[in-house]
């Protein structure tokens, strides 16, 4: 019998490749079993990380900032035959290399993750594709504009730094250089929230990335003031599209002055990754997530796995906390128990639920 395992990443306590290793572990334990391992994503944290490695893209090391203007090693994928650079947002500009007492929206800039995306134009690179999981700030992509050649002026006409508290509070003018580069960004995620109103960036996830309380509404005042001097700067028609709540607003932002998209979902790295060949040669795919729920259904690379099982009559398991897969429609839904997420060993403790769901599922013989 031969699987292709192709797990999401289990949010909290384990990546796609870790989850994928140890499934994959249990399987070679089982006599006649073969597997091809391909974790999957679906514009969530990760996501063209894992299309680097999925891909054998050259990674390209660059010394830049992070969120709140700190050196940090990060680094892009390098597609040279197609001119194509990959890059999270969370590489440099993410949540997870900051302290819980660092995060702050007043001050975190993408500017770390433009000039990232700036050494990949300088190489050649004419296509940014930007995974926006993850990240650490509600800028506006203003951050990323700044390391490209937008300027963000103060009352007095002046510069204003980057990661300046309140930066965005601080902008009364915006000026474009005429050497800005040429190139189209396609941006990745999982998400449909608006920029604006009670689901846009700043309330829903404002507070996530450490934004007090009282000051949701001052902050959002902000946002709708600045995004009329980039709709007065620009020229351009605006509406607020799904996904511009996605990683601060860096799509929305982007579109003012580069040509851009917004791809959701899983279908775009499930196809650059070839998925559909590799799931022809499987008698099963195994698959899983953290918590499958309502928004799996959106775009989520589980369901999407599902869709494509059923479309070629292949056989498909689900590993997913809690019950929500039960009448989804997968052949086996393998329910991971409850984590006490207080406790400190709690990763190490999800990957051993996960090893010993597995070998309860191969007794039972749950893959027949």
């Known amino acids: 019998m031969k699987f292709l395992i192709a797990p999401n990443a289990f949010k909290g306590t384990m990546s796609a490749e870790e989850a994928a290793l140890i499934i994959a572990e249990k399987i070679g334990q089982q006599s006649d079993s073969q597997y091809i391992i391909q974790p999957v994503a679906d514009g969530g944290d990760g996501t063209c990380g894992l299309l680097i490695d999925s891909l054998g893209l050259e990674k390209i090391q660059v010394l830049t900032l992070n969120a709140i ?76 504009l700044s390391a490209l050649g937008i300027l963000f002026l103060d ?36 998400v449909r929230n608006p920029f604006l109103g009670e689901i846009g960036a700043v309330n829903v996830f404002g507070p996530q990335k450490g934004l007090p309380s009282n000051q949701v509404d001052i902050f959002e005042n902000d946002c709708e003031r600045v995004l009329k001097l980039l709709i007065k700067k620009s020229k351009k028609e605006w509406k ?63 369901f999407a796995l599902l869709q494509l099982a059923k479309s070629m009559g292949k056989k498909i398991a689900l590993i ?42 191969f007794s039972e013989r749950n893959f027949s």
Not at 93 to 118: H, M, R, W, Y
Not at 172 to 188: D, G, R, V, Y
Not at 250 to 272: H, N, R, T, V
């Open 320 to 361: 997913t906390s809690g019950s929500g897969g039960r009448n989804a429609g997968f052949d086996a839904v393998l329910e991971l128990p409850k984590l006490d997420f207080s406790r400190n060993d709690f990763k190490e403790k999800a990957r051993q639920n996960l090893d010993r769901l597995l070998q309860d599922a």
């Open 155 to 190: 009352e007095n006409g002046r510069e204003i730094p980057v990661f300046s508290p309140k930066f965005l509070q601080k902008i009364q003018h915006i000026q474009k250089s005429p050497e800005i580069p040429q190139a189209h960004f396609t941006c990745l995620c999982d």
């Open 69 to 144: 203007g700190q050196p940090i090693m990060a680094y892009f994928g390098w597609d040279a035959g197609n001119k194509k650079a990959f890059l999270d947002v969370s590489t440099a500009s993410g949540l997870g290399v900051l302290e819980s007492c660092q995060k702050d929206p007043n001050s975190a800039s993408t500017f770390g993750t433009g000039l990232l995306i700036k050494k990949a134009i300088e190489l050649g690179a004419n296509e940014i594709i930007i995974g926006l999981g993850g990240s650490a700030t509600v800028d506006m992509g203003t951050g990323i």
């Open 240 to 302: 607020d599209l799904p996904g511009y709540g996605a990683a601060g607003g860096i799509a929305m932002g982007l579109q003012f002055f580069f040509p851009s998209e917004i791809k959701f979902g899983a279908d775009y790295f499930l196809d650059l990754v070839g998925i559909k060949e590799k799931i022809k040669t499987v008698d099963w795919i195994v698959t899983g997530e953290g918590q499958y729920d309502a928004q799996s259904d959106q775009g989520k690379a589980s």
